[in-house]
C-alpha cells in the first residue's frame, strides 16, 4: 500500500505541472486585453504601461508563467484585476459555497443513485427495472440549466415556495433554517445527472453480480438474502466509489451553469464573472484550484479503492 502510495503521488506532480502550464496558457488564447475592465476608454499610454508593469504583463509569457507558478505555489494567486482583492479572498468564500453545494447536491444525488441502481440490479428485466433505467437516461440527457430554469419558475415564480437566487440573507451561507431553503433547488437541479449515472453504474454491477457463480454457490450452501445483499455490497463497493468520486470532482467544478442560473456565489458563478471581465488572475486561481481538488479527489478516491479491494493491490 505505501509504494501504491509513492506511485499515485509520483504522478500527481506532473499532472498538476501539466494542469498549471494548461490554465496558463488558455487564458492568453482567448482574444482581448485583460485591463480593459479597470481602463477607461480614454486612457491614456502612460497610465496603460503602468498597470501592465503592476500586473508583470509587461513581461514575456514565460515569464510571467514562472512568476506565477512561483506565488502559486507560495498560496499566492495573484490579485483580482475587477475588484482589487486578493485572490485567494475571493475563491475561498466562493469554494466554500460550492462545498455546501456539492455536498448536498452529493447527497442527494449518491443516496437515490444507490437505492434506484440495487433496487434495478435486484428487479431486473420487470417493469421496476425499466421504469428506473428510462429516468436514470432522462436524467443524463437533460441540460442542467434548462432543468434549473424550469424550477425557479414553478417553485419560485408560480408556487412562490422556495427563494430563487443567492446564497440567503447577507449573501454569506450559515447553518440555519433560513439559508437552507435557497440550497434546495440548486442542489436538486445539480443532483440530477449523478443520481442518472449512479443509478445506472450501480444497476449494471449488481445485476452483474448477481448472475456470478459465486452467489450461486452462496444461495446453494443455505444463505439468507441479507447475507447475499451484503456480498454483492463488498462487490459492488470500488466501482462504485469510483464513480461517485468522479460524479462529485464534477459537482466542483462543473457547476458553473447551474449557479448562474440560481446565482449561486460559488466557484462556477465566480468563474463565469471572471470569464466576461477578463480578469486574468482570477481565472486562473479559480480553475487552478478546481483542477488541482480534481486531481486530488481522484488521488484519495484511488487509494480508497485500492484499500477495499485487495485486487489492486496485488495488480
Not at 408560480?158 to 442542489?187: R, S
Request: positive net charge; contains cysteine.
Amino acid at each position: 500500500m505505501f509504494y501504491y502510495l509513492l506511485k499515485r503521488l509520483a504522478l500527481v506532480i506532473p499532472i498538476a505541472l501539466s494542469v498549471t502550464i494548461v490554465c496558463f496558457s488558455l487564458v492568453y488564447i482567448a482574444p482581448g486585453d485583460p485591463l480593459s475592465a479597470i481602463l477607461p476608454s480614454d486612457a491614456s499610454i502612460e497610465l496603460i504601461d503602468k498597470l501592465k508593469k503592476d500586473y508583470g504583463l509587461d513581461k514575456p509569457i514565460p515569464v510571467q508563467y514562472a512568476i506565477w507558478l512561483g506565488r502559486a505555489v507560495q498560496g499566492d494567486l495573484g490579485t483580482s484585476i475587477a475588484t482589487g482583492r486578493p485572490v485567494n479572498a475571493e475563491l475561498g468564500r466562493a469554494i466554500f459555497n460550492t462545498l455546501i453545494l456539492a455536498l448536498f447536491g452529493s447527497l442527494i444525488g449518491f443516496s437515490l443513485g444507490l437505492a434506484f441502481g440495487t433496487i434495478a440490479g435486484y428487479r431486473q428485466g420487470t417493469w421496476i427495472d425499466k421504469s428506473v433505467t428510462a429516468l436514470a437516461v432522462a436524467g443524463v440527457s437533460v441540460p442542467h440549466y434548462w432543468l434549473g430554469m424550469v424550477m425557479v419558475i414553478v417553485f419560485s415564480v408560480y408556487f412562490n415556495m422556495l427563494p430563487a437566487m443567492g446564497a440567503g440573507p447577507g449573501g454569506d451561507w450559515i447553518w440555519d433554517a433560513e439559508h437552507l431553503k435557497y440550497v434546495v433547488l440548486p442542489a436538486i437541479t445539480i443532483s440530477v445527472i449523478p443520481t442518472a449515472i449512479v443509478t445506472r453504474t450501480v444497476r449494471a454491477l449488481v445485476a452483474d453480480i448477481l448472475g456470478r457463480e459465486f452467489v450461486i454457490a452462496l444461495r446453494a450452501k443455505g444463505l439468507t438474502d441479507r447475507g447475499v445483499f451484503w456480498h454483492v455490497v463488498k462487490n459492488a463497493a470500488p466501482t462504485s466509489l469510483a464513480v461517485m468520486g468522479v460524479q462529485l470532482g464534477y459537482l466542483m467544478g462543473g457547476s458553473i451553469l447551474v449557479e448562474t442560473v440560481f446565482s449561486w456565489p460559488g466557484s462556477g458563478f465566480l468563474l463565469n464573472t471572471a470569464i466576461f471581465q477578463r480578469d486574468i488572475p482570477l481565472l486562473q486561481g479559480t480553475i487552478l484550484a478546481l483542477a488541482l481538488f480534481f486531481v486530488s479527489l481522484n488521488l484519495i478516491v484511488d487509494l480508497v479503492q485500492t484499500a477495499l479491494d485487495p485486487r489492486i493491490r496485488r495488480a
